[in-house]
């Protein structure tokens, strides 16, 4: 299976400021076709995961620009510029390049 | 407008089997490369893929538990069902499903089960 490795396990932002989660795979993300199957996820208190960004930089259909997908093969990081109370939550990398899919153990951001 | 949700029997004895079922609605498992898929989350830990089933009626099933899934989709194709068998105290934990189209991500998601396995 391929791992996905998060840090921090938590972070704390004051409103307003930027904050930046990394992701390790222990595999290559990238397709043949060009492809980083890459995903970000946050999960809310109290509700299911939801999908930021798909493919490494794409953002999800409602999501704020304020988040940001960059990375390499195997190197991922999320970032979210001028942070909101509404952010709060753990967040998530996932991978689709193989079955099964798998998730990073998440990164809480706190205000 | 997309939903699906999540049904199942809230709790149940070790040793016996787990059904759980799907109800979606607003996109169709016909549509080509459309995926439902199944989830589970333990209190306070990661989310762990389970199965998958596709447009084209194929299953996917995670490893380390395929042994013990059974994917099943009824005709109309508004439902899915997921069955664990031989459940273990491990086996508590909120189930998910989700959808996915190609490679854009799970982008919808249903509220979950929580499902507790207890004596």
């Known amino acids: 299976d391929i791992v996905m490795t998060q840090a921090p396990l938590s972070v704390s932002v004051t409103p307003g400021e930027s904050a930046s989660i990394s992701c390790r795979s222990s595999?290559?993300?990238?397709?043949?076709?060009?492809?980083?199957?890459v995903y970000w996820y946050l999960q809310k208190p109290g509700k299911s995961p939801q999908l930021l960004i798909y493919?490494?930089?794409d953002l999800a259909s409602g999501v704020p620009d304020r988040f940001s997908g960059s990375g390499s093969e195997t190197d991922f990081t999320l970032k979210i510029s001028r942070v909101e109370a509404e952010d709060v939550g753990i967040y998530y990398c996932?991978?689709?390049?193989?079955?099964?899919?798998?998730f990073g153990a998440g990164t809480k951001l706190e205000l | 407008q997309v939903t699906l949700k999540e049904s199942g029997p809230g709790m149940l004895q070790p040793s016996k089997t787990l059904s759980l079922t799907c109800s979606f609605s607003?996109?169709?498992?016909?549509?080509?490369?459309?995926?439902v898929n199944w989830f589970r989350q333990p209190s306070g830990k990661s989310l762990e893929w389970l199965a998958a089933i596709d447009w084209d009626g194929d299953k996917y099933y995670n490893p380390s538990l395929k042994s013990r899934l059974t994917f099943s989709k009824d005709t109309s194709n508004t439902q899915v069902f997921l069955k664990i068998t031989s459940v273990d105290i491990a086996d508590t934990a909120t189930y998910y499903c989700?959808?996915?189209?190609?490679?854009?991500?799970?982008?919808?998601w249903g509220q979950g089960v929580m499902v507790t396995v207890s004596s």
């Open positions: 493919r490494m930089s």
């Open positions: 996932g991978q689709l390049l193989e079955n099964p899919n798998t």
């Open positions: 595999k290559s993300l990238l397709h043949s076709n060009g492809i980083t199957y």
């Open positions: 989700a959808r996915r189209l190609r490679g854009s991500g799970f982008d919808y």
């Open positions: 607003g996109f169709s498992l016909n549509t080509s490369g459309m995926v």
